[in-house]
């Protein structure tokens, strides 16, 4: 398996506070995403990274920042939790040849 | 832009049965396809990919999927099922160095 760690594995929050999800890998690839799935939805995609400091939109990213400083540790930041953001989020990750994408475990978070 | 449509959001299946997971994919120029497993409460694993070459790709536990540029489907298909291979399964898809565009999951559900 690909060493990606997500942290934490679950959290629950009320409206309105700051979260910060993380990605750890351990692989050195320069690609890294952030994904959102939902029932009836797959798996939309956020934000991602094409090295480090350089990020861009994904289809979804509206009400998400994310910052890259260095090569192994993707952060997802959700300024003003929401309801709609309760779901589950994955990171993924790929080298520079950019075929496959490797998942981590997920983060399940609930936003009351 | 890329699109991925898996046309049959749940497939019941008796055991020992033959299976078909359908995947139509939207793109003027030449994509990567994949098939990716996820199991109850876990992560998504890679099942199987086309990059180019043979049409025919298959994974290590009898599944195998068809690229057919003709008809743009990337079908996935197992000629006899096992509980074991109840999970979602997600066909994605990407033109070089862009992230991964996902359908929205077929659940598979093998009766006994």
């Known amino acids: 398996d690909a060493g990606i760690t997500q942290s934490p594995r679950h959290k629950v929050t009320e409206t309105g506070t700051p979260v910060t999800l993380r990605c750890h890998q351990t692989?050195?690839?320069?690609?890294m995403y952030w994904y959102r799935q939902d029932p009836g939805h797959g798996l939309r995609l956020i934000h991602y990274?094409?090295?480090?400091?350089?990020?861009d939109k994904g289809e979804v990213s509206d009400g998400y920042s994310v910052s890259r400083s260095k090569t192994e540790d993707f952060l997802l930041t959700l300024e003003s939790a929401t309801s709609s953001q309760t779901s589950v989020y994955f990171c993924?990750?790929?080298?520079?040849?950019?075929?496959?994408?490797?998942f981590g475990p997920g983060t399940r978070l609930t936003v009351l | 832009a890329q699109s991925v449509t898996q046309l049959d959001s749940q497939v019941p299946v008796f055991e020992e049965a033959p299976v078909e997971l359908r995947c139509n994919y939207s793109?003027?120029?030449?994509?990567?396809l994949f098939w990716y497993v996820q199991y109850p409460n876990q992560g998504l694993q890679l099942l199987l990919k086309?990059?180019?070459?043979?049409?025919l790709v298959e994974s290590i536990n009898g599944f195998e999927a068809e690229f057919n540029k003709s008809q743009t489907s990337f079908h996935l298909r197992k000629p006899s099922v096992h509980i074991s291979d109840t999970a979602e399964y997600f066909c994605?898809?990407?033109?070089?160095?862009?992230?991964?565009?996902f359908g929205k999951g077929t659940r598979l559900s093998v009766i006994a």
């Open positions: 993924a990750i790929s080298d520079g040849r950019g075929y496959e994408q490797f």
């Open positions: 692989e050195n690839h320069r690609y």
């Open positions: 990274s094409y090295g480090v400091k350089d990020t």
């Open positions: 793109s003027s120029v030449s994509v990567y």
């Open positions: 086309y990059l180019s070459g043979s049409t």
């Open positions: 994605a898809g990407r033109l070089r160095n862009t992230p991964l565009v």
